[in-house]
Structures are given as structure tokens and as C-alpha cells.
């Protein structure tokens, strides 16, 4: 079982950036990959970007390639979410997920949540 814990989230200005961090329980979090989604209000939950077990892939949605980073850090049970060129329409409450297989979009897949972080872009 793996328990997550995300942090970092607040309210920026359009163009600053952020970085949330997702701290994993279990001895297991180096076998699972792991993804960020985000949810806005009146919105279905999204994915966002997601990362393999060992860090050697990643994808990201096209709204956020080029300005978001995923990254992990086996030893310290972490995964990050780095977000540069923060735009008002990246406004959500965004979630880190653990998947066994480490290559899916697909929010059903997942298996464990955390609870969430708020992210809040002003224009």
C-alpha cells in the first residue's frame, strides 16, 4: 500500500512558478509509477504528467509540456512537479497518483491518491 502526501501548493501571480512535492509512504513507492493530475472547479480531474519507477520516462499533457517538470526521488519517497510560466488557466487542486505500470494516462488506472493541493494562478 502506498500513501501519498502532497505540498507546495498556494497562489502565485501568472508567470511565477511553483513546486509541489508528493511524499510517498510504503517500502514499495520505488516500484510504482507515478502521476499528477489536477482538477479546476466545474471541471472533470485531468491528467497532467506522470513519470516511470526508475524516472528514465516521462509524458505530459500538451497544455503543460514545455513549462511543467516531473521528477522523483527514490530515496526520499518523492515525486515533484516542477511548473514554470504559471498561467491562470492552470488554476486546480492537483493531485499525485501511484500506478503499477508507469505508462498511463488514464486517471481509472490509478490506484492510490493523495489528498490533494491547492494551486491558485492570479492574472
Known amino acids: 500500500q502506498v500513501h501519498l502526501v502532497e505540498s507546495g501548493g498556494g497562489l502565485v501571480q501568472a508567470g511565477d512558478s511553483l513546486k509541489l512535492s508528493c511524499a510517498a509512504s510504503?517500502?514499495?513507492?520505488?516500484?510504482?509509477?507515478m502521476g499528477w493530475f489536477r482538477q479546476a472547479p466545474g471541471k472533470e480531474r485531468e491528467f497532467v504528467a506522470l513519470?516511470?519507477?526508475?524516472?528514465?520516462?516521462?509524458y505530459y499533457a500538451d497544455s503543460v509540456k514545455e513549462r511543467f517538470t516531473i521528477a522523483r526521488d527514490n530515496a526520499k519517497n518523492t515525486v515533484y512537479l516542477q511548473m514554470n510560466g504559471l498561467e491562470p488557466e492552470d488554476t486546480a487542486v492537483y493531485y499525485c497518483?501511484?500506478?503499477?505500470?508507469?505508462?498511463?494516462?488514464?486517471?481509472?488506472?490509478?490506484?492510490?491518491w493523495g489528498q490533494g493541493t491547492q494551486v491558485t494562478v492570479s492574472s
Open positions: 497518483a501511484a500506478d503499477p505500470t508507469g505508462r498511463t494516462t488514464i486517471l481509472a488506472d490509478y490506484e492510490y
Open positions: 510504503g517500502r514499495t513507492f520505488s516500484s510504482w509509477g
Open positions: 513519470i516511470s519507477w526508475n524516472g528514465r520516462s516521462t
